[in-house]
Protein backbone atom coordinates (compact mmCIF):
# COMPACT_ATOMS: atom_id res chain seq x y z
CA UNK A 1 0.00 0.00 0.00
CA UNK A 2 0.92 3.53 -1.04
CA UNK A 3 1.54 5.88 1.96
CA UNK A 4 1.42 9.13 -0.62
CA UNK A 5 -1.03 12.06 -0.15
CA UNK A 6 -4.83 11.40 -1.20
CA UNK A 7 -7.42 14.31 -2.03
CA UNK A 8 -10.76 14.69 -0.80
CA UNK A 9 -14.30 15.46 -1.87
CA UNK A 10 -17.27 15.98 0.57
CA UNK A 11 -20.49 16.49 -1.17
CA UNK A 12 -22.95 19.37 -0.42
CA UNK A 13 -26.20 17.78 -1.59
CA UNK A 14 -28.75 21.05 -0.58
CA UNK A 15 -29.28 24.29 -2.50
CA UNK A 16 -31.69 26.90 -1.69
CA UNK A 17 -33.96 25.84 -4.95
CA UNK A 18 -33.14 23.18 -8.34
CA UNK A 19 -32.05 25.10 -11.28
CA UNK A 20 -33.74 23.91 -14.04
CA UNK A 21 -30.79 22.75 -16.00
CA UNK A 22 -29.34 20.94 -13.14
CA UNK A 23 -29.15 16.86 -12.75
CA UNK A 24 -26.52 16.89 -10.24
CA UNK A 25 -27.11 14.95 -6.98
CA UNK A 26 -28.56 17.79 -5.03
CA UNK A 27 -31.65 18.62 -3.34
CA UNK A 28 -33.68 21.82 -2.67
CA UNK A 29 -34.26 22.22 1.11
CA UNK A 30 -35.04 24.62 2.60
CA UNK A 31 -33.25 23.51 6.22
CA UNK A 32 -30.16 21.90 5.63
CA UNK A 33 -30.15 18.87 8.28
CA UNK A 34 -26.20 20.36 9.25
CA UNK A 35 -25.75 18.63 12.02
CA UNK A 36 -27.11 14.75 11.44
CA UNK A 37 -24.73 15.49 7.73
CA UNK A 38 -21.66 16.63 9.01
CA UNK A 39 -22.07 13.61 11.73
CA UNK A 40 -22.29 11.26 9.10
CA UNK A 41 -19.42 12.90 6.95
CA UNK A 42 -17.31 12.35 10.28
CA UNK A 43 -18.44 8.60 10.15
CA UNK A 44 -17.42 7.73 6.74
CA UNK A 45 -14.39 9.65 7.82
CA UNK A 46 -13.63 7.67 10.64
CA UNK A 47 -14.43 4.38 8.59
CA UNK A 48 -12.41 5.74 5.52
CA UNK A 49 -9.50 5.67 8.18
CA UNK A 50 -9.56 1.94 9.26
CA UNK A 51 -9.70 1.46 5.21
CA UNK A 52 -6.02 -0.04 4.71
CA UNK A 53 -6.38 1.92 1.43
CA UNK A 54 -6.49 5.14 3.26
CA UNK A 55 -5.13 4.59 6.64
CA UNK A 56 -2.07 6.37 7.37
CA UNK A 57 -1.77 9.14 4.21
CA UNK A 58 -2.12 12.57 4.25
CA UNK A 59 -4.62 14.74 2.47
CA UNK A 60 -3.20 16.40 -0.28
CA UNK A 61 -6.21 18.29 -1.30
CA UNK A 62 -9.87 19.17 0.24
CA UNK A 63 -12.99 20.02 -1.79
CA UNK A 64 -16.25 20.68 -0.72
CA UNK A 65 -18.69 20.55 -3.96
CA UNK A 66 -22.34 20.52 -4.30
CA UNK A 67 -24.93 21.52 -4.18
CA UNK A 68 -24.07 24.60 -2.40
CA UNK A 69 -21.30 23.82 0.35
CA UNK A 70 -21.75 27.70 0.83
CA UNK A 71 -25.28 27.09 2.63
CA UNK A 72 -23.18 24.86 5.35
CA UNK A 73 -22.24 27.32 8.62
CA UNK A 74 -18.05 28.29 8.88
CA UNK A 75 -18.61 25.83 12.15
CA UNK A 76 -19.44 23.18 10.24
CA UNK A 77 -16.98 23.08 7.47
CA UNK A 78 -14.37 23.83 10.09
CA UNK A 79 -15.79 20.79 11.75
CA UNK A 80 -15.53 18.26 9.07
CA UNK A 81 -12.04 19.60 8.32
CA UNK A 82 -10.77 19.34 12.07
CA UNK A 83 -12.17 15.26 11.90
CA UNK A 84 -10.35 15.00 8.35
CA UNK A 85 -7.58 16.27 9.55
CA UNK A 86 -7.35 14.23 12.78
CA UNK A 87 -7.37 10.91 10.99
CA UNK A 88 -5.43 12.22 7.84
CA UNK A 89 -3.18 14.79 8.63
CA UNK A 90 -3.91 17.67 6.14
CA UNK A 91 -0.72 18.89 4.30
CA UNK A 92 0.88 22.04 5.25
CA UNK A 93 -0.16 24.43 2.20
CA UNK A 94 -2.57 21.93 0.94
CA UNK A 95 -5.43 23.57 -1.49
CA UNK A 96 -8.89 23.27 0.39
CA UNK A 97 -11.71 24.22 -2.06
CA UNK A 98 -15.52 25.89 -1.53
CA UNK A 99 -17.79 25.77 -4.17
CA UNK A 100 -19.97 29.05 -3.14
CA UNK A 101 -23.18 30.45 -4.50
CA UNK A 102 -22.85 34.23 -5.15
CA UNK A 103 -25.95 35.59 -3.33
CA UNK A 104 -25.30 33.44 -0.25
CA UNK A 105 -22.00 34.37 0.92
CA UNK A 106 -21.72 37.44 3.06
CA UNK A 107 -17.70 39.31 4.49
CA UNK A 108 -18.90 37.37 7.73
CA UNK A 109 -19.30 34.49 6.06
CA UNK A 110 -16.40 34.28 3.73
CA UNK A 111 -14.12 35.49 6.86
CA UNK A 112 -15.52 32.72 8.87
CA UNK A 113 -14.59 30.36 5.91
CA UNK A 114 -10.99 30.97 5.40
CA UNK A 115 -10.59 30.94 9.49
CA UNK A 116 -11.71 27.27 8.78
CA UNK A 117 -8.46 26.87 6.23
CA UNK A 118 -10.67 27.69 3.14
CA UNK A 119 -8.11 29.10 0.89
CA UNK A 120 -9.33 28.99 -2.62
CA UNK A 121 -12.98 29.53 -3.74
CA UNK A 122 -15.13 28.88 -6.48
CA UNK A 123 -18.05 31.19 -7.29
CA UNK A 124 -21.13 29.43 -9.27
CA UNK A 125 -21.39 32.44 -11.28
CA UNK A 126 -22.50 31.43 -15.07
CA UNK A 127 -23.43 34.37 -15.88
CA UNK A 128 -23.04 38.14 -16.09
CA UNK A 129 -25.83 39.44 -17.48
CA UNK A 130 -29.03 39.29 -14.89
CA UNK A 131 -31.59 38.05 -17.91
CA UNK A 132 -30.03 34.73 -18.51
CA UNK A 133 -29.13 34.34 -14.75
CA UNK A 134 -33.18 35.04 -14.55
CA UNK A 135 -33.61 31.81 -17.24
CA UNK A 136 -31.01 29.75 -15.47
CA UNK A 137 -33.07 29.92 -12.23
CA UNK A 138 -30.03 31.39 -10.77
CA UNK A 139 -31.25 33.30 -7.53
CA UNK A 140 -28.41 35.54 -7.72
CA UNK A 141 -27.74 38.63 -10.18
CA UNK A 142 -24.74 39.84 -11.66
CA UNK A 143 -23.82 42.39 -9.36
CA UNK A 144 -23.69 40.37 -6.50
CA UNK A 145 -21.26 37.88 -8.52
CA UNK A 146 -18.80 40.57 -8.41
CA UNK A 147 -19.27 41.63 -4.94
CA UNK A 148 -18.77 37.96 -3.96
CA UNK A 149 -15.25 38.23 -5.53
CA UNK A 150 -14.31 41.30 -4.04
CA UNK A 151 -15.94 40.20 -0.59
CA UNK A 152 -13.60 36.97 -0.50
CA UNK A 153 -10.44 39.15 -0.81
CA UNK A 154 -11.45 41.18 1.59
CA UNK A 155 -11.82 38.03 3.83
CA UNK A 156 -8.18 37.12 2.91
CA UNK A 157 -9.11 34.38 -0.32
CA UNK A 158 -7.41 35.55 -3.21
CA UNK A 159 -7.26 32.56 -5.29
CA UNK A 160 -10.96 32.44 -6.91
CA UNK A 161 -12.24 30.59 -9.49
CA UNK A 162 -15.47 31.40 -11.27
CA UNK A 163 -17.64 29.14 -13.61
CA UNK A 164 -19.58 30.56 -16.55
CA UNK A 165 -21.72 28.56 -18.18
CA UNK A 166 -22.32 28.85 -22.37
CA UNK A 167 -24.39 27.36 -25.07
CA UNK A 168 -27.57 28.67 -23.06
CA UNK A 169 -30.94 29.34 -25.07
CA UNK A 170 -30.76 32.76 -26.84
CA UNK A 171 -27.16 33.22 -26.29
CA UNK A 172 -24.98 35.51 -29.02
CA UNK A 173 -21.53 34.84 -29.48
CA UNK A 174 -21.12 38.65 -27.76
CA UNK A 175 -23.31 37.91 -24.96
CA UNK A 176 -20.49 35.02 -24.37
CA UNK A 177 -17.75 37.45 -25.12
CA UNK A 178 -18.86 40.16 -22.63
CA UNK A 179 -19.36 37.46 -20.13
CA UNK A 180 -15.96 36.30 -20.22
CA UNK A 181 -14.17 39.57 -20.40
CA UNK A 182 -16.38 40.49 -17.40
CA UNK A 183 -14.87 37.37 -15.45
CA UNK A 184 -11.49 37.98 -16.70
CA UNK A 185 -11.17 41.38 -15.64
CA UNK A 186 -11.83 40.56 -11.94
CA UNK A 187 -9.34 39.39 -9.33
CA UNK A 188 -9.53 35.68 -10.18
CA UNK A 189 -7.16 33.14 -10.81
CA UNK A 190 -9.05 30.62 -12.39
CA UNK A 191 -12.18 30.30 -14.82
CA UNK A 192 -14.20 27.01 -15.63
CA UNK A 193 -16.28 27.38 -19.04
CA UNK A 194 -18.99 24.71 -19.58
CA UNK A 195 -21.05 23.64 -21.88
CA UNK A 196 -25.17 23.88 -21.17
CA UNK A 197 -25.98 20.41 -21.85
CA UNK A 198 -30.32 19.52 -21.60
CA UNK A 199 -30.51 16.52 -19.25
CA UNK A 200 -33.41 14.16 -19.38
CA UNK A 201 -35.70 14.88 -15.88
CA UNK A 202 -34.73 18.60 -15.85
CA UNK A 203 -37.23 20.93 -16.09
CA UNK A 204 -34.91 22.69 -19.41
CA UNK A 205 -35.54 19.18 -20.87
CA UNK A 206 -39.20 19.22 -20.73
CA UNK A 207 -39.49 22.69 -21.99
CA UNK A 208 -37.44 21.82 -25.04
CA UNK A 209 -39.37 18.93 -25.82
CA UNK A 210 -42.61 21.20 -25.92
CA UNK A 211 -40.60 23.21 -28.33
CA UNK A 212 -40.00 26.53 -25.76
CA UNK A 213 -36.37 26.45 -25.65
CA UNK A 214 -34.38 28.30 -28.23
CA UNK A 215 -30.99 26.64 -28.40
CA UNK A 216 -27.83 28.09 -30.30
CA UNK A 217 -27.26 25.88 -32.91
CA UNK A 218 -24.37 23.75 -32.96
CA UNK A 219 -22.47 26.09 -34.94
CA UNK A 220 -22.81 28.52 -33.12
CA UNK A 221 -21.71 26.54 -29.45
CA UNK A 222 -18.80 25.29 -31.52
CA UNK A 223 -17.67 29.10 -32.36
CA UNK A 224 -17.99 30.09 -28.47
CA UNK A 225 -15.83 26.98 -27.80
CA UNK A 226 -13.19 28.36 -29.95
CA UNK A 227 -13.25 31.67 -29.01
CA UNK A 228 -13.42 31.32 -25.31
CA UNK A 229 -9.61 30.07 -25.16
CA UNK A 230 -8.55 33.49 -27.68
CA UNK A 231 -10.85 35.64 -24.82
CA UNK A 232 -9.14 33.64 -21.95
CA UNK A 233 -5.51 34.20 -23.04
CA UNK A 234 -6.06 38.04 -24.01
CA UNK A 235 -6.83 38.43 -20.19
CA UNK A 236 -3.64 36.11 -19.29
CA UNK A 237 -5.19 32.90 -18.33
CA UNK A 238 -3.82 29.35 -19.84
CA UNK A 239 -6.24 26.95 -21.34
CA UNK A 240 -4.63 23.92 -19.27
CA UNK A 241 -7.70 21.52 -19.18
CA UNK A 242 -10.39 21.24 -21.99
CA UNK A 243 -12.62 23.59 -19.90
CA UNK A 244 -10.62 24.85 -17.41
CA UNK A 245 -8.01 28.35 -17.64
CA UNK A 246 -5.51 29.56 -14.86
CA UNK A 247 -3.38 32.37 -14.20
CA UNK A 248 -0.17 30.86 -13.59
CA UNK A 249 0.61 28.71 -11.05
CA UNK A 250 -2.98 28.57 -10.10
CA UNK A 251 -4.41 25.01 -11.58
CA UNK A 252 -6.77 23.72 -9.41
CA UNK A 253 -4.69 21.56 -7.87
CA UNK A 254 -7.47 19.04 -6.83
CA UNK A 255 -9.08 18.51 -10.08
CA UNK A 256 -5.63 17.82 -11.68
CA UNK A 257 -5.77 14.64 -9.21
CA UNK A 258 -8.62 13.32 -11.41
CA UNK A 259 -6.86 13.63 -14.59
CA UNK A 260 -3.85 12.49 -13.82
CA UNK A 261 -5.37 9.44 -12.35
CA UNK A 262 -4.47 9.72 -8.48
CA UNK A 263 -6.34 8.63 -5.53
CA UNK A 264 -9.30 10.48 -4.16
CA UNK A 265 -12.21 9.78 -1.33
CA UNK A 266 -15.46 11.13 -1.56
CA UNK A 267 -17.67 11.27 1.58
CA UNK A 268 -21.26 12.79 1.59
CA UNK A 269 -24.41 11.56 -0.30
CA UNK A 270 -23.41 10.73 -3.79
CA UNK A 271 -19.60 10.67 -3.89
CA UNK A 272 -17.08 8.89 -5.94
CA UNK A 273 -14.04 7.91 -4.80
CA UNK A 274 -11.19 5.74 -6.84
CA UNK A 275 -8.27 4.44 -5.50
CA UNK A 276 -5.28 2.77 -7.51
CA UNK A 277 -3.60 -0.57 -6.51
CA UNK A 278 0.24 -1.15 -7.65
CA UNK A 279 2.06 -4.08 -8.15
CA UNK A 280 6.54 -4.12 -7.98
CA UNK A 281 5.48 -0.43 -8.90
CA UNK A 282 2.90 -0.50 -11.59
CA UNK A 283 -0.61 0.13 -11.88
CA UNK A 284 -2.30 -3.10 -12.06
CA UNK A 285 -5.97 -2.19 -10.33
CA UNK A 286 -8.34 0.74 -9.87
CA UNK A 287 -11.15 0.48 -7.77
CA UNK A 288 -14.16 2.83 -7.81
CA UNK A 289 -17.31 3.15 -5.56
CA UNK A 290 -20.07 5.26 -4.82
CA UNK A 291 -22.16 6.14 -2.35
CA UNK A 292 -25.52 6.56 -1.77
CA UNK A 293 -27.42 9.57 -3.70
CA UNK A 294 -29.92 10.45 -0.89
CA UNK A 295 -29.04 12.77 1.93
CA UNK A 296 -31.47 10.95 4.20
CA UNK A 297 -30.21 7.33 3.50
CA UNK A 298 -26.94 8.60 3.37
CA UNK A 299 -27.13 10.00 7.25
CA UNK A 300 -28.79 6.64 8.11
CA UNK A 301 -26.34 4.58 6.76
CA UNK A 302 -23.06 6.24 7.26
CA UNK A 303 -20.32 4.52 9.41
CA UNK A 304 -21.57 1.56 8.08
CA UNK A 305 -20.98 -0.63 4.49
CA UNK A 306 -24.62 -0.53 3.45
CA UNK A 307 -23.73 3.41 2.30
CA UNK A 308 -21.93 1.89 -0.25
CA UNK A 309 -24.44 1.88 -3.37
CA UNK A 310 -22.09 0.40 -6.09
CA UNK A 311 -18.57 -0.50 -6.69
CA UNK A 312 -16.02 -1.64 -9.45
CA UNK A 313 -12.85 -3.11 -10.37
CA UNK A 314 -10.87 -1.51 -13.47
CA UNK A 315 -8.10 -3.05 -14.38
CA UNK A 316 -6.39 -4.24 -17.84
CA UNK A 317 -7.21 -2.14 -20.84
CA UNK A 318 -9.71 -0.06 -19.28
CA UNK A 319 -7.37 0.87 -16.48
CA UNK A 320 -4.80 2.22 -19.30
CA UNK A 321 -7.84 3.80 -21.05
CA UNK A 322 -9.14 5.62 -17.86
CA UNK A 323 -5.71 7.59 -17.37
CA UNK A 324 -4.74 7.74 -21.44
CA UNK A 325 -8.39 9.59 -21.83
CA UNK A 326 -8.11 11.59 -18.42
CA UNK A 327 -4.35 12.42 -19.28
CA UNK A 328 -5.84 13.69 -23.15
CA UNK A 329 -8.41 16.39 -21.14
CA UNK A 330 -5.26 18.02 -19.92
CA UNK A 331 -3.81 20.73 -22.26
CA UNK A 332 -0.15 19.27 -21.95
CA UNK A 333 -1.62 15.81 -22.41
CA UNK A 334 0.40 12.51 -21.94
CA UNK A 335 3.65 11.67 -21.84
CA UNK A 336 5.30 7.75 -23.03
CA UNK A 337 7.32 8.27 -19.98
CA UNK A 338 4.15 8.95 -17.43
CA UNK A 339 2.47 6.08 -19.50
CA UNK A 340 5.48 3.73 -18.95
CA UNK A 341 6.55 4.52 -15.28
CA UNK A 342 2.83 4.04 -14.35
CA UNK A 343 2.23 0.52 -16.21
CA UNK A 344 5.87 -0.72 -17.21
CA UNK A 345 4.27 -0.21 -21.04
CA UNK A 346 5.45 1.40 -23.50
CA UNK A 347 2.50 3.85 -24.38
CA UNK A 348 3.48 3.68 -28.41
CA UNK A 349 3.33 -0.43 -28.17
CA UNK A 350 -0.79 0.31 -26.96
CA UNK A 351 -1.74 3.24 -28.75
CA UNK A 352 0.78 3.97 -31.32
CA UNK A 353 -1.55 2.81 -34.24
CA UNK A 354 -4.65 4.62 -32.95
CA UNK A 355 -2.29 8.01 -32.40
CA UNK A 356 -0.60 7.66 -36.09
CA UNK A 357 -4.08 7.55 -37.30
CA UNK A 358 -5.71 10.53 -35.05
CA UNK A 359 -2.35 12.37 -35.55
CA UNK A 360 -3.03 11.68 -39.59
CA UNK A 361 -6.45 13.40 -39.54
CA UNK A 362 -5.53 16.57 -37.20
CA UNK A 363 -7.07 15.47 -33.61
CA UNK A 364 -3.80 14.65 -31.64
CA UNK A 365 -0.11 16.44 -32.02
CA UNK A 366 2.87 15.11 -30.77
CA UNK A 367 5.41 17.34 -28.82
CA UNK A 368 8.83 15.72 -27.95
CA UNK A 369 7.41 12.55 -25.85
CA UNK A 370 4.15 14.00 -25.11
CA UNK A 371 0.48 13.15 -27.03
CA UNK A 372 -2.04 15.74 -26.64
CA UNK A 373 -5.36 16.99 -28.38
CA UNK A 374 -4.98 19.87 -30.85
CA UNK A 375 -8.08 22.42 -31.10
CA UNK A 376 -9.63 20.83 -33.79
CA UNK A 377 -9.78 17.56 -31.14
CA UNK A 378 -10.78 19.71 -28.39
CA UNK A 379 -13.56 20.14 -30.58
CA UNK A 380 -14.66 16.34 -30.47
CA UNK A 381 -12.94 15.13 -27.70
CA UNK A 382 -15.07 12.06 -26.90
CA UNK A 383 -15.18 10.82 -30.23
CA UNK A 384 -11.62 11.24 -30.36
CA UNK A 385 -11.22 9.42 -26.78
CA UNK A 386 -13.23 6.61 -28.03
CA UNK A 387 -10.78 6.01 -30.74
CA UNK A 388 -8.17 4.48 -27.70
CA UNK A 389 -11.18 1.97 -26.26
CA UNK A 390 -9.08 -1.11 -27.42
S1 LIG B 1 -26.95 25.81 -7.50
FE1 LIG B 1 -25.67 24.42 -8.73
S2 LIG B 1 -25.91 22.41 -7.80
FE2 LIG B 1 -27.58 23.70 -7.00
S3 LIG B 1 -29.30 23.30 -8.35
FE3 LIG B 1 -28.25 25.10 -9.18
S4 LIG B 1 -26.76 24.26 -10.69
FE4 LIG B 1 -27.47 22.55 -9.39
Known amino acids: MTNAPFSLYAHIPFCAHKCPYCDFNTY ?25 RFRGRRLGTIFFGGGTPSLLSGAAIDSIIRAADDLFP ?23 FASTGINRISFGVQSFDDARLKLLGRDHTAEQAKEAVALAHEAGISNVSVDIIFGTPGQLLSDLERDIDTAASLPITHLSTYSLTIEPGTPFFQRQERGLLSMPADGLVADMLERIPELASRHGFARYEISNYARAGKESEHNNVYWIGGDYLG ?19 GDRWSTVALPQTYIRDAGTSRVISWSERVEGKSLWFEFFYLGLRRIAGVTASNFQKRFGLSMWDTYGD ?21 P ?14 L
Open 28 to 52: ATARVPEAEYVEALKKELQRSAADE
Open 90 to 112: IMSGAEITLEANPGDVSREKLAE
Open 267 to 285: VGAGAHSYVGSARDGFFET
Open 354 to 374: VIRELKGEGFIREEGESVSLT
Open 376 to 389: KGIAVADSVFERFV
